[in-house]
């Protein structure tokens, strides 16, 4: 018997069909070792000796595997073909060393970038040994999150309250959104305009045509600056005559893009199908642990996690055949399209992110997936076999035309397009700019000396726009130019963003919250080596020198520690004035933004005698009067989002943490979410400091619903509370639903009936309401919970829910519960998703349903799928207990996610 070690079930079942009975398939559930949380774990003073524990989870399945390999013929460790991949195999060796439990069993290592049954029976012919170059390379980037993490976090911690950690990717990515954000607020709209002429053939052909020079001078897209100069300008094409000057049509090509890499997989999908980078890289793991297909497992795609842009030649053979048979020959260039990788620091040379069997079409596999997953599979299909076509062939025209006004001549510019040969074009469509918009307008015949005639003439005013916000996909490609972390990284990074409410995703785009730009400013003024874009980016061109056994990696973090620790070492005397002061300067302009009246921005305007400045309080960061307590002014830390010109609250000590999610369109007052003694709130308009006057109106969150996710739609609902639901049957009464002091509950007269946990109370519908006022009436007792919504069965016949709980969503078999990662759209959870949060959770050990005693159920049933969270949560307070009992190094048993996360 050979035992084969892979990371997944659901990779482990597939492969474990190709090989038949002599083999045994086991999962690691990916890493079985980590750094412990704590000081120590990689010590400088050892040349980075790092120290390695079993997890719970990872015992377990150490175990597992020992208890296979005994008696074995063989191990084979299987796990994917990237540094990850080798650095769990490497894990997993380890461990089982250190149970001595392999003696005299040969060890090899296989790797296949697709999972089919060729790809998988060729890798098990030619095994090797774990590459130790790669294996380094994950140990230097591994030391150098944690040291950055767990000592660059503790100073945040201590100088910036509110701030959660820092990381030395996620640091400087989320410097990107906030330079972005600091750009945007700089710019100064530029007043131009632009002149059209529109403009008829002798056959009576309609065309634009645009002015581009005046008396020999060429004019350029914002030098017509007002209006009186695109007024004369206008008046005088009225009056002009109008001739072609010069017709110039010239042949080009447009070729396809390469394959994807998982960066351009991320973008597209982002574009196309509206994914995060998060859900593109979930589903594409998916396709490629293999899809039951015909009664048989298969990988869809192949490795999903690569920089590399070429196809095996097999691959490029099968696509060259799909397309003869599908588009015919007009459509397969002469010889196969090879590509390369321009990235400098690209990773190690996997194949290209595409189908593994080309001549399995989308149409054809579509009804065995998921619609998601359907979709990702023939964006992928479609781009592998664009990337192989003949390219399009176009045909640019350019005609010049003469506007004589008597002695004075103006220049205009036409600009068309037409596709002689759409190519690639009639399978892949890329996105189009309004350039290419403009260029692909197809331009009447024309030929030189030709009269024209005028139609009208159009002055339109324009200004300049600043840059754009970043999308999830647009920051991943600026972060792949940059050369900053890894594309496999890039989700987890942009998702660790987003739960430190450093950022949030506003239509689609990434705005930095005011603790983020905290954040990034203090980096900036006390680290800005390691925010710096082409730093970060030199580090990754040392770990990849590192995987090609080109450097030592510990070196590298000798060279790397020598300064940081002097840094970090620097920043122990650090008085909290000066922190401000620093973030008063780089902020300023965020902070206290000109003022209409050219007064300083920084003068207190209740007692015109103090100094507006920034301070922290527990709640984290506000701006205060420097003539507290004599003077009680404060408002929250953005003077964009504030009514009026530097209005704020008397109130006494600060005001919370408060961000601003828009306008009531009834009052035009603010609505804005606040941090309180008793939890996050929202509230409509200001409190007023004179006596007497109404308070403003407010509503407590109700349970399971994140302040990160409250929007100004769902502030207007829980203002609007109670609401009317519906009418009673019998007596036509109104049925309220409100939130009170115990939760959500709905109200006929004096009959209250609470919300089940699966009830939503911004959404409840009337029959819903009806149901719990009339079971109430009856005596129906704790009213029935909504049954969630069936994914399917499970193998053993038990069907699958998925819920809304009073923690957030989860996933049940009727036994064990299991809650959804923070993040996880609960409506696109999928059964097979389902089930392995389900199996992770059953041998975890945890999320299994108490039966009721005999007094009925207990409190822990009741809250049963909040269980995947309160076990881990003991077991980080015992950590902290035993770090506190070191004294100083209280802060670094803090979670590791959350001092190292990349």
């Given amino acids: 018997m050979k035992v084969v070690v892979v990371e997944s079930p659901a990779k482990a079942k597939t492969i474990n ?65 990237d540094r990850e991949g080798e650095a769990i195999s490497w894990h997993v060796l380890e461990a089982l060393h250190a149970k001595r439990v392999l003696k005299d069993i040969p060890v090899e290592r296989v790797t296949f970038n697709a999972i089919t049954k060729d790809a998988v029976q060729t890798a098990m012919a030619q095994p090797r040994q774990i590459d130790q170059a790669l294996v380094d390379a994950y140990l230097a980037r591994r030391a150098l999150d944690y040291l950055v993490g767990f000592n660059l976090s503790p100073v945040l911690w201590r100088k910036l309250p509110g701030a959660r950690s820092a990381g030395r990717v996620q640091s400087v990515a989320l410097r990107l959104v906030c330079d972005r954000e600091a750009e945007i607020e700089a710019f100064k709209a530029r007043e131009y305009w632009s002149l059209v002429a529109t403009l008829a053939t002798a056959k009576g052909a309609v065309f634009d045509a645009r002015l581009v020079g005046a008396d020999g001078k060429r004019i350029q897209r914002l030098d017509i600056g007002t209006a009186e100069e695109a007024e004369a300008f206008r008046r005088d094409l009225e009056l002009a005559t109008f001739t072609v000057a010069n017709v110039e049509a010239k042949p080009a090509k447009r070729h396809p893009q390469p394959p994807f890499t998982t960066s351009t997989l991320q973008q597209e999908a982002s574009r196309k199908l509206g994914l995060a980078p998060a859900q593109t890289m979930r589903i594409a793991q998916r396709l490629y642990e293999g899809i039951e297909i015909g009664g048989e497992t298969v990988g869809l795609i192949t490795y999903m996690r690569t920089d590399g842009v070429d196809m095996a030649p097999e691959a490029i053979q099968d696509a060259r055949r799909v397309i003869g048979a599908e588009f015919g020959e007009d459509y397969l260039p002469g010889a196969p399209r090879r590509y390369s990788v321009k990235a400098k620091n690209a990773q190690e040379a996997h194949e290209a992110v595409r189908p593994t069997d080309l001549g399995r079409l989308p149409k054809e596999v579509a009804r065995f997936l998921e619609p998601e997953q359907a979709k990702l599979y023939e964006l992928i299909w479609i781009r592998t076999i664009a990337s192989q076509m003949e390219s399009a062939e176009l045909e640019r025209t350019t005609v010049d035309i003469a506007a004589q006004v008597g002695p004075r001549r103006l220049d205009l510019r036409a600009t068309g397009q037409v596709v002689k040969f759409d190519g690639f074009l009639t399978l892949y469509q890329e996105g189009k700019d309004d350039e290419e918009d403009e260029e692909s307008r197809r331009l009447p015949p024309m ?139 780089l902020l300023g302009p965020h902070i206290f933004p000109p003022r209409a009246d050219g007064a300083n921005p920084r003068t207190c305007p209740n007692c015109a005698s103090g100094t507006l400045s920034l301070k922290l309080g527990k709640f984290g960061a506000f701006v205060g009067c420097s003539n507290y307590p004599e003077c009680k002014y404060t408002r929250q830390l953005s003077a964009a989002s504030i009514d009026g010109e530097g209005e704020g609250t008397s109130g006494e000590g600060g005001q919370p943490g408060v961000r601003v999610l828009g306008e009531d369109p009834a009052t035009g007052l603010p609505v804005t979410l606040r941090d309180g003694r008793f939890g996050p709130f929202v509230q409509l308009g200001e409190a007023s400091a004179e006596k007497g006057a109404e308070k403003p109106k407010r509503s407590s969150l109700p349970r399971g619903l994140s302040p990160g996710d409250v929007t100004l739609e769902i502030a207007l609902k829980l203002l609007a509370l109670p609401r009317e639901v519906a009418r009673h049957p019998e007596t036509g009464e109104p049925i309220l639903a409100n939130l009170g002091r115990f939760g959500p509950y709905v109200q006929h007269g004096k009959t209250y009936a609470n919300l089940g946990k699966d009830d939503d109370l911004l959404e409840i519908g009337a029959n819903r309401a009806i149901d719990l006022i009339v079971a109430k009436e009856q005596g129906g007792g704790r009213p029935a919970a909504d049954p969630g919504r069936a994914l399917g069965n499970d193998p053993e016949g038990r069907t699958v829910t998925v819920k809304a709980g009073r923690y957030g969503p989860y996933v049940t078999d009727g036994d064990v519960n299991a809650t959804l990662p923070k993040g996880t759209d609960r409506d696109a959870i999928t059964l097979d998703e389902a089930l392995k949060l389900i199996a992770a959770r059953r041998e975890a050990g945890g999320g299994t349903k108490k039966k009721p005693t005999a007094r009925g159920r207990t409190r822990k049933a009741d809250a049963a799928e909040d269980s995947a969270e309160k076990a881990p949560a003991k077991k980080t307070a015992a950590k902290k207990t035993t770090a506190k009992a070191g004294g100083a190094k209280t802060g670094a048993a803090k979670s590791k996610k959350a001092a190292a996360a990349e």
């Fill in 17 to 81: 069909k190709y090989l038949g009975r002599d083999y045994e398939v086991l999962a690691s559930f990916g890493h079985v070792r980590d750094l412990p949380a704590k000081d120590g774990s990689v010590d400088p003073e050892q040349d980075f000796k790092m120290l390695w524990e079993l997890e719970d989870r990872g015992a377990k399945r150490v175990s597992e595997i020992a208890r296979a390999v005994k008696g074995a013929d063989k191990l084979i460790l299987a796990t994917d073909p």
């Fill in 447 to 585: 030929a030189t000396g030709d009269d024209l005639k005028r139609e009208r003439i159009a002055a339109s005013q324009h200004f300049t726009e600043p840059p754009p916000r970043y999308s999830e996909a647009s920051l991943v490609k600026r972060m792949e130019e940059l050369g900053i972390g890894r594309p496999s990284t890039y989700a987890a990074v942009l998702q660790v963003l987003r739960d430190r409410e450093y950022v949030r995703l506003e239509k689609k785009r990434l705005m930095p919250e005011d603790k983020g730009r905290l954040v990034t400013g203090f980096l900036e003024s006390f680290f800005r080596r390691y925010v710096e874009y082409d730093f970060t980016a030199e580090l990754e061109e040392q770990l990849d020198r590192i995987s090609n056994a080109e450097i030592d990696w510990r070196q590298v973090l000798r060279d790397f520690w020598r300064e940081f620790s002097a840094a970090i070492a620097g920043t122990k005397e650090l008085r909290t004035a000066e922190v401000l002061e620093a973030l008063n300067q």
